[in-house]
């Protein structure tokens, strides 16, 4: 009986499959399915002022990090303009044209000054993470072109981290309060991001692709809603402003 039916299903199987084939349309690969992928993103922000120290434009007596810290508005300059943010993304197709995905991604910029006469370090960091969502709606131009037009919400967590060390530190000393030469410092604080966005994607392969977007990211860090070493609330002299044009290239791998 089975060797009967063998080359029965066998020939079903084939035309089933040959059918399948037949039905799908090249142009609903261009949207449908997903991807995941390595994706830089570029905020060309003046990163000093997104994160606040002292009153932007004001002298150094107003009260702010930098009036004990060594630092000046000078020394921050080469935290530059531009903060990226090293992530990945990923996306997927709900119904239609409409498409939903993911992003997470952390970048940071740091500058070091050395005082050669007393050997005293000053170290200032400053990182912001982010995790988003995201929703938007597409529409294939050729077999393997598509653009999009969506955005990103969810949030992100900015931390500035200070260290002033003269020596070794002490175990004991920066517990007891003892070891006043070394001190470091933890400052963060969370806010909700948005970022509307228009993207471009090219399948170059049957499996992999370019996505190039560029949007603005919208997000700021009251003032009242910092923290010291995630214990402490602190008030910062101004509200901390992440609003920027944001580049977001994706090398993606899938449909």
């Given at each position: 009986?089975?060797k009967?039916?063998?080359?029965?299903?066998?020939?079903?199987?084939?035309?089933?499959?040959?059918?399948?084939?037949?039905?799908?349309?090249?142009?609903?690969?261009?949207?449908?399915?997903?991807?995941?992928?390595?994706?830089?993103?570029?905020?060309?922000?003046?990163?000093?002022?997104?994160?606040?120290?002292?009153?932007?434009?004001?002298?150094?007596?107003?009260?702010g990090?930098?009036?004990?810290?060594?630092?000046?508005?000078?020394?921050?300059?080469?935290?530059?303009?531009?903060?990226?943010?090293?992530?990945?993304?990923?996306?997927?197709?709900?119904?239609?044209?409409?498409?939903?995905?993911?992003?997470?991604?952390?970048?940071?910029?740091?500058?070091?000054?050395?005082?050669?006469a007393?050997?005293?370090?000053?170290?200032?960091?400053?990182?912001?993470?982010t995790?988003?969502?995201?929703?938007?709606?597409?529409?294939?131009?050729?077999?393997?072109?598509?653009?999009?037009?969506?955005?990103?919400?969810?949030?992100?967590?900015?931390?500035?981290?200070?260290?002033?060390?003269?020596?070794?530190?002490?175990?004991?000393?920066?517990?007891?309060?003892?070891?006043?030469?070394?001190?470091?410092?933890?400052?963060?604080?969370?806010?909700f991001?948005?970022?509307?966005?228009?993207?471009?994607?090219?399948?170059?392969?049957?499996?992999?692709?370019?996505?190039?977007?560029?949007?603005?990211?919208?997000?700021?860090?009251?003032?009242?809603?910092?923290?010291?070493?995630?214990?402490?609330?602190?008030?910062?002299?101004?509200?901390?402003?992440?609003?920027?044009?944001?580049?977001?290239?994706?090398?993606y791998?899938?449909i």
């Amino acid at each position: 009986m089975v060797k009967r039916l063998l080359p029965f299903m066998i020939t079903m199987g084939l035309v089933s499959s040959l059918f399948a084939q037949g039905d799908i349309e090249y142009p609903s690969e261009s949207y449908l399915g997903g991807g995941i992928g390595y994706t830089p993103t570029f905020l060309l922000l003046d990163v000093a002022e997104a994160f606040p120290f002292n009153i932007v434009g004001e002298p150094a007596s107003s009260a702010g990090l930098l009036d004990t810290s060594g630092l000046n508005f000078d020394d921050l300059d080469p935290l530059g303009t531009m903060l990226v943010l090293h992530g990945v993304e990923g996306f997927g197709n709900i119904t239609g044209n409409w498409r939903v995905g993911a992003y997470v991604g952390l970048g940071s910029n740091s500058i070091t000054r050395v005082d050669s006469a007393t050997q005293e370090t000053i170290d200032l960091k400053l990182t912001l993470m982010t995790g988003s969502a995201s929703i938007e709606y597409v529409i294939p131009l050729f077999s393997n072109l598509e653009i999009a037009a969506g955005s990103l919400f969810g949030y992100s967590r900015s931390i500035i981290q200070f260290a002033h060390t003269a020596g070794s530190p002490s175990w004991t000393g920066q517990f007891d309060g003892t070891d006043t030469t070394n001190t470091i410092v933890a400052l963060s604080g969370t806010f909700f991001s948005f970022q509307p966005y228009v993207a471009l994607k090219l399948q170059f392969l049957d499996r992999a692709g370019l996505r190039m977007s560029a949007g603005y990211q919208i997000g700021s860090l009251p003032a009242n809603k910092w923290s010291m070493n995630d214990f402490q609330k602190i008030v910062a002299p101004s509200e901390g402003s992440f609003n920027a044009v944001a580049v977001r290239v994706m090398l993606y791998l899938g449909i």
